[in-house]
């Protein structure tokens, strides 16, 4: 059965590059593409989407507003926030009101899809830029009370993502099945969520 996708995206080239990427994958079937976070609440289920990716830039918030409208509705829905920047705020936004993943625009059409694929598999999707910002944010020195570090296994995952590697590349290189992979994944941002919003000096 094709993964059912609803797209949410307010730049209309990019909702239709989107919409075309997924079209031509096999395995994905898009349900709905709408302009705005608004045009989707009108119409959802969306035809049984399993999966929903989120511009999170629309102006007004009104992503994570759908977002955090949505998940409480449909909890078996798995949410990706897309969205075009990388700071921390932003994405404990997108996490907080209900994503399981974010991804940056910009990637590559295979990051992406590797990105839906994994978070259907009920993974944690992260981008390579958002894993060397993590890394950067958990391993600085201290300057105020710290979270809980990374751990090793923790490290070597938010390496290989840096890296550009796929899950499945990285499951192999560490001999992790998906669900331990997974769960490493949801346990990064977790941290990410503890850390204190202070900006560094």
């Known amino acids: 059965m094709p993964m059912k996708i609803c797209l ?116 944690a999707p992260m981008s390579p830029q958002m894993a060397r910002k993590v890394i950067r944010e958990l391993e600085a020195p201290p300057r105020r009370p710290q979270p809980e570090g990374l751990s090793p296994r923790e490290k070597q995952l938010l390496s290989g993502i840096a890296l550009g590697k796929s899950y499945e590349e990285m499951g192999q290189a560490l001999s992790l099945s998906p669900h331990t992979l997974q769960a490493h994944l949801q346990k990064v941002y977790q941290k990410l969520q503890a850390a204190p919003l202070v900006a560094r000096p």
């Open 8 to 123: 949410i995206e307010a730049d209309p080239l990019l909702l239709e590059n989107v919409r075309l990427w997924l079209a031509g994958e096999p395995g994905f079937r898009v349900t709905g593409a709408y302009a705005s976070g608004e045009a989707a609440l009108r119409e959802m289920p969306w035809q049984g989407a399993e999966v929903l990716l989120v511009d999170v830039d629309e102006p007004g918030r009104c992503g994570l507003e759908l977002i955090g409208q949505v998940h409480p509705k449909l909890p078996e829905l798995q949410i990706l926030a897309y969205t075009i920047s990388d700071n921390r705020a932003a994405v404990l936004g997108a996490l907080q009101a209900g994503a399981s993943g974010y991804v940056l625009k910009g990637c590559l059409p295979r990051e992406l899809i590797e990105s839906l694929r994994h978070l259907a598999q009920g993974g």
